[in-house]
């Protein structure tokens, strides 16, 4: 009679990336409505293999997002529906909207380690717009 051990099984981890960053820094509001909104919103409600969907407010996109209200109430579906939602403060402080932004529910913070972090990490996928 054998007697074999039975060792448990290491999980492995995903080779895919779960987590999706969507660096939004385009000023151009047709981009915004067009691509960066519309894939961000719809890969977190529609589940298109990612876990965690977060936007990131960066450069000329953080002016036109505090002066356009049919872009502020775009970032209030994404919200409710789950999207992270983060600014670079540098950016904000330098066109004096981060105030504005924060009122959206927006975490405004410096944004360039967190950024070099996502881009580092095999977990990621950033995509830029």
């Known amino acids: 009679m054998s007697l074999s051990k039975k060792v448990p099984s290491k999980e492995k981890k995903s080779s895919k990336p779960e987590e999706l960053v969507v660096l939004w820094t385009s ?6 409505l067009k691509m960066a909104f519309m894939y961000t919103l719809n890969s977190k409600r529609f589940k298109w293999c990612w876990k965690n969907v977060t ?7 953080s002016k036109l997002l505090s002066a356009d209200t049919e872009l502020q109430e ?3 579906r994404m919200k409710e529906a789950g999207v992270k ?13 981060s105030d504005d932004l924060r009122r959206l529910g927006i975490e405004v913070k410096y944004m360039g380690k967190p950024l070099t972090d996502y881009l580092r990490d095999d977990n990621y996928r950033v995509i830029t717009i």
């Open 55 to 61: 936007l990131v407010i960066w450069g000329p996109s």
């Open 85 to 97: 939602l983060l600014a670079c403060k540098k950016c904000a402080d330098l066109y004096g909207v």
């Open 74 to 76: 775009y970032i209030s």
């Open 27 to 32: 000023g151009d509001r047709e981009v915004a």
